[in-house]
Nanobody, 124 residues
């Protein structure tokens, strides 16, 4: 069973930064592609970013966060990160970490496992 636990959410002013972390309990963490999604109040959950398995050579982002967010992974720590800079009020959402066995990491990324989510609130 794969379990994902997010942390690092909170309240930040517009223009500020946060780093989300997601620790994954899996002996074969390296083999999973990893992603971040978010769900704002009254909206559907949307893809934010994803990173390929193993070396994490391939990353993809939704257009609205390109140049501001960075996804990375540390296989030695079974952890994936989402560095969020220049935050905007429209980034306010619950952010979910996800893991998948698929090599695909584009905007239609469809993971197999989900975390419980962490709240990010950006004030104007």
């Amino acid at each position: 069973q794969v379990q994902l636990v997010e942390s690092g959410g909170g309240l930040v002013q517009a223009g500020g930064s946060l780093r989300l972390s997601c620790v994954v309990s899996a002996r074969t963490f390296n083999r999973y592609s990893m992603g971040w999604f978010r769900q704002a109040p009254g909206k559907e959950r949307e893809f934010v970013a994803a990173i390929s398995s193993w070396s994490g050579y391939t990353t993809n982002y939704t257009d609205s966060v390109k140049g501001r967010f960075t996804i990375s992974r540390d296989n030695a720590k079974n952890t994936v990160y989402l560095q969020m800079n220049s935050l905007k009020p429209e980034d306010t959402a619950v952010y979910y970490c996800a893991a998948g066995s698929s090599r695909y990491t584009g905007s239609y990324y469809n993971p197999d496992y989900w975390g419980q989510g962490t709240q990010v609130t950006v004030s104007s």
